[in-house]
Structure formats: structure tokens, C-alpha cells
């Protein structure tokens, strides 16, 4: 009614297509067309069954819960689950569009621009980077998940893989390894973001690789070049892929467990990821890709993982806790010094390792907590307190010769400081072990004559004890002045010879004297 109407107005075809939002073949169609067959047509339209009429309410119900859903992911979640379903992908996105119009569920999304960069030969580039997706969990609960994704830049082929817990060096290495395997082949370059798990610092052009990293390039003899800093149109493609990665495979799915999710992930891969045509190269992936691996360098030999070393070091702070991806985890009780350090390493299972030293013994294992702020210290890293105080009386008052004195003494501190007793016995204990069995006895009997009961107390009467013993043993001093710089006394004693008076006298008059 509209087109007969602008027609009839005046308005050319070409004018009415174009007011409409129709092509203008549309536009010759429906007036060729009388009102009468225009309005059974219409009808026959609205009650025609259509073939994703069985799947309204499951497409419904996505496009409820996930109102940000797109037509390519709501075909590839269909052919997950219905093999046997046969659609084509126009289909799907002209039925999604008229059930959001239907149910009036608007989409709202977020593009992103990018810079067109020329497609490098076969065989040249293959891009690398990382990303993060907050999951649901089949409980309700969100789980922040971790991906590495490769993209030859040629085919476009992608390779992906997740982890369930922040990568390190050697998952970044392992993962590598993996891709390599899966392309069958390493392009002659690689490139990458400056993210710290490879790149430690950039100096106008020269890089400085993490040593495991560095290592392992010498090793597979990898050409990398790393992007500027916030320059993510130089490495477009695989931001491309991340984002496609996130919003048609991760967006809306519930995560159960982690190899699960991997396989999920491969399968995505095969049907849509690699599978779809690609909408810059109008080219399956999978196709070029069968031509492009030709022209990669082969993989000759297999790196071995575990002979890598992936450790990183952390700084030990004052309370015996380290930081790792926002949260504390605890050393033993007495591994703070200044400017400490430990080693780290993230394990395949989810552990935190920390070692004194880069190859030395475990000396604290954790499991690594998805959450935040949180500080997980096991009871072995907190203060001993099985160990009754009457036990720990015991034990420090072992360090006199008069133990019953010494329990008696430390018993009524305990009555004076019953909520500071440990802290008392804690500085007792290291005050006496400080000196010698002979000053911190005469020092017990002091205290006990005087009635201080009081660590510190007893610390400044072990000092004077101390200081009192020092006077005594010390040497006396000699009455003879000694000589100043070493002279020799004799030297001191000898006078100098003297003239008479006259003499000098009988000079000044000019008379002549004889000589002395």
C-alpha cells in the first residue's frame, strides 16, 4: 500500500526503493501486483509454515536470555545441536530478525574499526594473542576463563586453546608447540602484542624476551616481530579472531569443565571457525589453508616442556605472603628478609609451586583461587598454637640451670600477660639465647629479687648483667704516661746547651771574640 500510494504521489521507482529501504526490483514486483493479490499473498505469506518454525521457542529463548545474540551464532548453536538440520545461514538470520521484531527484542553491539593491512604470501605470517571471557558455570557462578589464539595471516587458519587460569611462560610455550602441530608446520614469522609473558621491556626496536621464551625461540629458531605499543591495527587480523572467539563461540555458553570446553572449542573450529567462508576473503580457511601449508617450514623435532625453566619470581613481603594474580598466597612463617625472593611456577593442575631457590625443594604449594583479595595461607603457615602454654613455659624455662625458678618466674608473667604471653616467651626465648647460660641466670635472679616480671624488663637486665661482666674481665689500666708519637723518654730528658749573656753583648759592640 505504501509503494501504490508513493506512486501514486509521483514518486519514481528509484525514489520509492530508496525511501522504503527496497531494491527497486522489489518495487516492480509489488506493482505488477493488483491489491487483491497483493492481499492473498499476504495471507498465504502469514500462514506458510517455515522450516525454524520447530525451533521459535529455543531461538526465542536465546535471544531472551542473550538480547545481544547475533544470526551467525544462532546458526552455528543450532548445528551443534541438530546435525541433521539443514538451513542456510540467510535463512536463519531473515527468521531471527523477524522473531526480534515479533517479540520486540532489540540487538545492541559494539563494532569495532579496523585498518585494511595487504595479505601477506603463503606461508609468511601467523598472528598470536590473548584474551578473556567471564563465563557462566552450570551452578550460576562466573568463571574467568583464558585463551591463546593463532591466526595464519594468509588463510586465515585458526588454532585456539583455553586454560581456566592465567597462562605462564610455559603454557605459552606448550601451547605453541600445539599449534605448530596443528598446522603442521611454523610460518616463517610471528606476530605479537608486548604482552610480559614474552616481551620484557622494548628499547627503541630492541626486545628483550623473557628468558624462558628466549630460550625456546633459539631452540625452534622463530622470527618474531612484536607490535608497537597500542598499535592493534598491525596485527588486525587476529584481534579480528578474538573478538569472533569471544562473541560467536564463548558469548552466552554455560562452561562445564575445561577439556570440555576445549573440545567444544575444536569442534567450533572445524564447523565454523575455519569451516565458514570468511567474509574479507569470500575463501573457506580450511581450503586455503590445504594450500598454504605447503609453504610452511616443517616441525623436525619435538621440544620437550618440562625441560624448561618457567619459573618467575615473586617479592616476599613483611607477613610472609607473596602476590599472585590479585590475591596472597603464604610462605612459612621466617622466609621474610629484605628484598626476598622466591620462585613461582603455575602447574597444569591448577597449583601454585614456590621455591626458595629457581631448582631448590617445594617449600609452600597452594591451589590457585579464581577469586580476588583473597589470602590463602594453610595451618602450617600460621603460628604454632597446638603447643599448650604450659608446654612452651616448659621449653623456655629448659634454657636456665634453675628450671623451677625459671617456671615460677615465667608462670607469673603469664598471669600478668595472659593475652600477650606468646609474644613475652617469644622475646624471652630470643633474648637468652642471645648470651651466654652464666648472664641470663644472674639476670633470672635480678629479676626475680627486684619483682620484674617483664620480657622487656628482662632483655635491659641481661644487657646490664652483660655490660657488668664486659667491666670486670676487662684489664687495668698502667699509671705510666706513655709518650706522645712514639718519641723514646730519653730523647725528652736532654737539655740544651747554654752561652753567657756577655757574649752576645760583646758581638753587638763589633768586638771580636773567638770562636766557640
Known amino acids: 500500500m505504501e509503494i501504490y500510494q508513493l506512486k501514486r504521489q509521483g514518486f519514481k521507482v528509484r525514489r520509492i526503493a530508496r525511501k522504503l529501504g527496497i531494491s527497486r526490483t522489489t518495487v516492480y514486483k509489488y506493482l505488477d501486483k493488483s491489491p487483491e493479490d497483493m492481499a492473498e499473498w499476504m495471507a498465504s505469506v502469514k500462514t506458510r509454515a517455515k522450516k525454524l518454525d520447530p525451533y521459535e521457542m529455543l531461538i526465542h529463548t536465546w535471544l531472551s536470555e542473550h538480547p545481544d ?3 551467525a551464532q544462532v546458526y552455528d548453536w543450532l548445528k551443534e545441536r541438530y546435525k ?6 540467510s535463512t536463519v538470520r531473515n527468521y531471527v530478525k523477524e522473531l526480534r521484531e515479533k517479540y520486540n527484542i532489540p540487538k ?9 593491512i595487504p595479505d601477506p604470501p603463503m606461508g609468511q605470517q601467523a598472528q598470536v594473542d590473548f584474551g578473556q571471557t567471564i563465563q557462566k558455570t552450570s551452578s550460576g557462578k562466573d568463571k574467568k576463563l583464558y585463551f591463546i589464539s593463532f591466526v595464519l595471516s594468509h588463510s586465515r587458519y585458526k588454532y585456539v586453546e583455553w586454560l581456566d587460569r592465567p597462562f605462564t611462560t610455559k603454557d605459552v610455550i606448550r601451547t605453541h608447540e600445539n599449534c605448530f602441530q596443528f598446522f603442521s608446520g611454523i610460518p616463517s614469522e610471528l606476530a605479537y602484542d608486548q604482552d610480559a609473558l614474552i616481551v620484557v621491556s622494548e628499547n627503541a626496536g630492541d626486545l628483550v ?3 624462558e621464551f628466549q630460550a625456546y625461540r633459539e631452540e625452534r629458531k622463530l622470527n618474531l616481530f612484536v607490535c608497537r605499543k597500542a598499535d592493534p591495527e598491525s596485527k588486525g587480523r587476529i584481534e579480528n579472531v578474538v573478538g569472533f572467539v569471544k562473541k560467536n563461540f564463548a558469548k552466552n555458553r554455560v562452561f ?3 577439556d570440555q570446553w576445549n573440545e567444544l572449542c575444536m569442534s567450533w573450529l ?17 581450503e586455503v589453508f590445504a594450500l598454504e601449508k605447503q609453504h610452511l617450514r616443517p616441525v623436525t623435532k619435538k621440544i620437550s616442556i618440562s625441560s624448561i625453566d618457567s619459573s618467575i619470581t615473586r617479592t616476599v613481603r613483611k607477613d610472609n605472603t607473596i602476590l599472585y594474580d590479585s590475591n596472597r598466597y603464604s610462605v612459612p612463617l621466617g622466609t621474610y628478609k629484605p628484598d626476598k625472593e622466591v620462585y613461582i611456577e603455575a602447574t597444569d593442575t591448577n597449583h601454585l609451586l614456590i621455591r626458595d631457590q629457581s631448582e631448590g625443594p617445594i617449600i609452600a604449594e597452594h591451589q590457585i583461587s579464581s577469586e580476588r583479595g583473597k589470602l590463602i595461607q594453610p595451618t602450617q603457615h600460621k603460628r604454632d598454637r597446638t603447643k599448650g602454654i604450659a608446654a612452651y613455659i616448659a621449653t623456655v624455662a629448659s634454657q636456665f640451670d634453675d628450671t623451677e625458678t625459671a617456671t615460677d618466674f615465667l608462670a607469673e608473667i603469664h598471669r600478668r600477660y595472659p593475652r600477650y604471653v606468646r609474644d613475652q616467651l617469644d622475646l624471652i626465648s630470643k633474648v637468652s639465647k642471645s648470651v651466654e647460660v652464666e648472664i641470663r641466670n644472674e639476670a633470672l635472679k635480678e629479676c626475680i629479687k627486684r619483682k620484674i616480671y617483664s620480657a622487656t624488663e628482662y632483655n635491659d637486665v641481661v644487657q646490664f648483667v652483660e655490660r657488668q661482666h664486659q667491666t670486670k674481665t676487662k684489664p687495668k689500666q698502667s699509671n705510666e704516661v706513655k709518650s706522645l708519637h712514639g718519641i723514646d723518654p730519653k730523647l725528652v730528658n736532654i737539655k740544651p746547651e747554654t752561652r753567657e749573656v756577655e757574649r752576645y753583648l760583646e758581638l753587638l759592640k763589633g768586638v771580636t771574640v773567638c770562636p766557640l
Do not use: C, F, W
Open 108 to 116: 545492541t553491539e559494539v563494532k569495532r574499526v579496523y585498518q585494511a
Open 270 to 286: 572445524e564447523r565454523t571457525g575455519n569451516g565458514k567462508v570468511h567474509n574479507t576473503t569470500k575463501k573457506r580457511p580450511v
Open 209 to 211: 624476551l623473557t628468558s
Open 69 to 71: 545474540l547475533s544470526s
Open 256 to 258: 562445564y569443565h575445561i
Open 84 to 89: 541433521d538440520l539443514v538451513v542456510g545461514e
